[in-house]
T-cell receptor, first 108, second 115 residues
C-alpha cells in the first residue's frame, strides 16, 4: 500500500540554523510528492511540489528514488517558518495520501 | 483572493443524528474533495467529486457518507447516522484541474464533535 512516513512528530531548531524535515514514501511506480504547510490558525496550503522543481520561501525538496525520500530543507530557518508540515503523495488520479505531519518550531 | 469556505466552523451532534457539512469551493474550480483529520492523526482522504459524480473514494467513505453539489456553488458532505468515531476535523478542498498539475486549495475546516 502507498504510504508516507514522517518520522519526526516534533522538530525544534534555532533561528538561522539549517532545517531538514524528513519524508519517506512507499509507492509502486513514479511518485508525485508534495509538501503542505499549516501555520497557526490558518488553513492547509501547498508549499511546494516535486513536479515543479521549485523553491518556495527558501525551502527545497529533492526526490531521492533510491532512498524513497522527499526531505524538505531550508538552509537558514526563520521564526515565521514555525508551522505544521505535511508530506503527501498523489495516489490514483485525485487522492492525496498524507504523512502524520511534523511540527516545526523555530527558536529565537 | 478567492478562498474555499466551510460552515459551520464547529458542529456538535448526538450519536445517531444526521449532519451536513457545507463547503463553498472556489468559483471556477471543477474538482472537489473532502478530507478528515481525527485529533492527533493524519489527514485522510474521503472522497473526490468531478462532473457531478464521485470520482474516487476511500474505504472510510462507506454508506453512511454521501456528497452532493446541490447548486452551482455548494458542496456538501452528509453523514447519515453519526458515530463517536466520526468526531474529527473535516476539510473541504477544490482545484481547477487534476491535482497532479493544479493546486488543491483547502478550506479552514469544520470541527465535528459527536457526543
Amino acid at each position: 500500500a502507498q504510504r508516507v512516513t514522517q518520522p519526526e512528530k516534533l522538530l525544534s531548531v534555532f533561528k538561522g540554523a539549517p532545517v531538514e524535515l524528513k519524508c519517506n514514501y512507499s509507492y509502486s511506480g513514479s511518485p508525485e510528492l508534495f509538501w503542505y504547510v499549516q501555520y497557526s490558525r490558518q488553513r492547509l496550503q501547498l508549499l511546494l511540489r516535486h513536479i515543479s522543481r521549485e523553491s518556495i520561501k527558501g525551502f527545497t525538496a529533492d526526490l531521492n528514488k533510491g532512498e524513497t525520500s522527499f526531505h524538505l530543507k531550508k538552509p537558514f530557518a526563520q521564526e515565521e517558518d514555525s508551522a505544521m508540515y505535511y508530506c503527501a503523495l498523489v495516489q490514483g488520479a485525485q487522492k492525496l495520501v498524507f504523512g502524520q505531519g511534523t511540527r516545526l518550531t523555530i527558536n529565537p | 483572493e478567492p478562498e474555499v469556505t466551510q460552515t459551520p466552523s464547529h458542529q456538535v451532534t448526538q450519536m445517531g443524528q444526521e449532519v451536513i457539512l457545507r463547503c463553498v469551493p472556489i468559483s471556477n474550480h471543477l474538482y472537489f474533495y473532502w478530507y478528515r483529520q481525527i485529533l492527533g492523526q493524519k489527514v485522510e482522504f474521503l472522497v473526490s467529486f468531478y462532473n457531478n459524480e464521485i470520482s474516487e473514494k476511500s474505504e472510510i467513505f462507506d454508506d453512511q457518507f454521501s456528497v452532493e453539489r446541490p447548486d452551482g456553488s455548494n458542496f456538501t458532505l452528509k453523514i447519515r447516522s453519526t458515530k463517536l468515531e466520526d468526531s474529527a476535523m473535516y476539510f473541504c478542498a477544490s482545484s481547477s484541474g487534476p491535482i497532479l498539475y493544479n493546486e488543491q486549495f483547502f478550506g479552514p475546516g469544520t470541527r465535528l464533535t459527536v457526543l
